[in-house]
């Protein structure tokens, strides 16, 4: 089935982790991006990357790092710096570097500090 | 910082009734989307609307655009209990080649049996 995966669903970090959050899409699409979202709000992004080898900083890119060395795969890391981790993390894709298609999005990634 | 924002935050209706939300933004925009999400999943594309149109329908849902007021509007016409989920609007700003994907901070649409 073609789609977008992420890895682990639940995952809980204890203070001081750097945790990594997977994201792979069979899709062939360009452009990936990471968001948060907490309880009852809406969608922040985080980084962003139009083509393989290249992303941009979101909003809120203090505390996360990311890598993009395949076409299929977007890691995030949360790393010690991030002082409140616990949201819920979604990537997604989108075919396009133009931005004139739609997003599919992963079923999510939940992390909680303990 | 949040490019779109929704009104209202919470809609509570009853099935078989319409329900519309809005939408208002700041920038220049490419297009405008719609998404869904159910509580605790990902979000799922409903429909985009591009600059230079002013309104779309697919279905049960109509869309229209606003770019003078920076704004647009949702409408599910005949909600049915399944219809219960947060709706966000997401625009795309930017030159080629660095087009951000920015949402809303979301709808939350409960329909009543």
């Known amino acids: 089935d073609g789609g977008i995966t992420q890895s682990p669903k639940y995952l809980f970090r204890k203070e001081g982790q750097n945790v990594t959050l997977s994201c792979e899409q069979n899709l062939n699409h360009d452009a990936m991006y990471w968001y948060r979202q907490d309880p009852g709000q809406g969608l922040r992004l985080i980084y962003y990357s139009q083509i393989v080898n290249d992303f941009q900083k979101g909003d809120i890119a203090e505390g996360y790092s990311v890598s993009r060395e395949k076409k299929e795969s977007f890691p995030l890391t949360v790393t010690s710096a991030q002082k409140n981790p616990t949201a819920f993390y979604l990537c997604?894709?989108?075919?396009?570097?133009?931005?004139?298609?739609?997003?599919?999005f992963g079923q999510g990634t939940r992390l909680t500090v303990v | 910082s949040q490019q779109g924002e929704e009104d209202p935050q919470a809609l509570s209706i009853q099935e078989g009734e319409n329900a519309t939300m809005n939408c208002s933004y700041k920038?220049?925009?490419?297009?405008l989307q719609w998404y869904r999400q159910n509580s605790g999943r990902g979000l799922v594309h409903l429909i985009l609307i591009r600059s230079n149109e002013r309104e779309k329908h697919s279905g049960r849902l109509r869309v229209t655009l606003d770019t003078s007021k920076k704004s647009s509007s949702l409408l599910i016409t005949a909600s049915r209990a399944a219809d219960t989920a947060s709706y966000f609007c997401a625009t795309r700003a930017g030159i080629q080649g660095a087009q951000k994907l920015v949402f809303g901070q979301g709808t939350r649409l409960t329909i009543n049996p």
């Open positions: 920038t220049s925009i490419n297009n």
């Open positions: 997604a894709s989108s075919p396009s570097r133009t931005g004139s298609t739609e997003a599919f």
